[in-house]
């Protein structure tokens, strides 16, 4: 504990071993000191801005993102990269993928980018991507990108946990349709349609036109009033990247005229909801006690087929409702 | 309900659409309608032989599979394949890998394969395919073989399922550094060197075999007494199918021998604990209650900075233990 306590003071100052060493810590630490770890830095947190970045594989989101962060730091915006791999569980590729992105920024010490790979249980993203972004926040960054690789739900779920959540899209690869039935659309807030050099750019473009015309029943949310967004980029020529740093400042300032707390707040309940199932999992499968003891009688009685687990997990947890 | 009611009767007819319309409401269903199903067919399981196939991509996993599939129908054995893709939310591609795998089987009504893609919320998988596993058992297959596709965390949880869990791994993909790292090599009871007619395949035999020789130090895990068994095959020509079938069998009769019900007590903790965190899931996210409330008080409070995420977590599960 007085390890993490000793982290925390270089963190705050600006350590980057510090800081690298708490997210290690954070992606695979135990719960308690990622419980430490979190009610330690919570208090000194809030004050990054959230951007979240997803998209199918090869529509150049890593060069959106790097092109972001050029722009970003163009701006004296101190910048740090989460680029969230669910479907990997090695940390090589993660590693190599982090010196892939660093290079274009290598020296600037207003940029850090780390990969987070999917460790653990499942779901263990859905409680470690916040905390990694606490982490970064409470580091002092101004901006913390949140990149997603893939294209599945655990990907749409770190999108929506952004204050701001960019959907990049681009012609021929996973078009409208397939973007709508994966539900990435739901979350965007801005859809950029990248590559828009190429054919097709111009359909692509005119298909979401269209389904943000009919609004909600094409997968296109409109939420606290505010109308997705729909830009060209060229990112590997950074063209159209200005217009994407406006469009994102521009939400910023809808949602909070709008109310701000209320994207904070539902994201703080998702938090809380995966941090509670992660916990109630913890206490489950942990070192004998009442309710470990409730669990293998109630695992017993599924196998002698007395009770079906749908029944188990019910009685189970009961005493919560 | 009694849609339920009636679709069961037919199942448990052999009716391969209702079985197919089960299956569809245990993966995208509401909880109501995946309770119903799972207590009334808990009853009637519990006689299929779960067998989990899992590896990296490029290991001839599919291959393995079919191969396999071919050889349980010759011993009369009716066989049910569930594809499990922890990666993909779309069914488009799901239902593609169903057509090309039901191809050699086609027309062979003692077979069934269903491709089952990760759909809704983080963790869903870990509760739906124990489900599909028991209406696939509850529908009189002798045998449901779980195919993973992929490398996460998800694939190593779904192949732990199993009765029996093979890991296939080929030469030069993947090595057995990889999927030691991985974690794959601690769920196999059955090692599977595919593709053994091409070059390195003795070199990745030895290392298997040192790393068996080691035990639990390699990833590779000896558990109720039983050392994994290594074998070669080549399954686009069915080379070492018949021992691959063995192997299962020996396993099957080694863990009757000691102690048959602890690998089926442990599934159903882990399925009981996995139900049970969705069903948390549930009532915090669902229609106002007295924990939804509690709920939304905490994330006001995080959002204030007056607690920690962490501490909100504990505050709203503390009641269970």
Do not use: C
């Not at 009610?39 to 959230?50: E, I």
């Not at 150049?60 to 989460?82: C, F, I, P, W, Y």
């Not at 982090?98 to 274009?104: F, L, N, T, Y």
């Not at 790979?117 to 916040?130: E, F, K, M, Q, T």
Request: aromatic content about 2%; charged content about 25%.
């Amino acid at each position: 504990m007085s390890d993490v306590a000793a982290l925390e003071a270089r963190l705050v100052a600006g350590d980057r071993r510090a800081l690298a060493r708490i997210l290690t810590l954070v992606e695979d630490g135990d719960p308690d000191v990622q419980r430490d770890i979190v009610a330690r830095l919570h208090p000194k947190a809030g004050r990054a801005r959230l951007v979240g970045i997803t998209g199918s594989p090869g529509v150049g989101k890593s060069s959106v993102t790097s092109a972001l962060v050029t722009g970003l730091r163009a701006r004296g915006r101190r910048v740090a990269v989460l680029a969230v791999d669910p479907s990997s569980p090695l940390t090589g590729g993660a590693l190599l993928g982090d010196r892939i992105r660093m290079q274009a920024h290598h020296g600037d010490d207003g940029v850090f980018v780390r990969s987070m790979a999917a460790r653990g249980h499942l779901g263990g993203l859905a409680a470690a991507v916040p905390a990694a972004a606490l982490v970064l926040d409470a580091a002092g960054f101004d901006d913390v990108v949140l990149e997603t690789v893939g294209v599945g739900q655990s990907e749409v779920d770190v999108a929506a946990m952004a204050d701001t959540t960019i959907v990049v899209l681009a012609p021929g690869l996973g078009d409208s349709v397939q973007a709508a039935k994966a539900g990435i659309l739901e979350v965007a807030d801005v859809l950029v349609v990248n590559k828009s050099d190429q054919p097709g750019a111009g359909r692509l473009e005119s298909e979401l036109r269209g389904m943000l015309e009919l609004g909600h029943v094409t997968g296109i949310a409109v939420t606290d009033g505010w109308t997705p967004l729909l830009l060209r980029t060229v990112a590997v020529r950074a063209e159209g990247i200005d217009e994407l740093l406006e469009a994102i400042e521009l939400h910023g300032r809808a949602i909070a005229a709008s109310g701000a707390s209320g994207r904070e707040h539902a994201r703080a309940r998702r938090w809380i909801v995966e941090l509670a199932a992660g916990r109630l999992r913890d206490v489950l499968n942990g070192p004998d006690g009442p309710l470990r003891r409730r669990l293998e009688d109630l695992a017993g009685a599924v196998v002698d087929r007395t009770i079906d687990p749908m029944t188990a997990a019910e009685r189970l947890t009961d005493r919560l409702s």
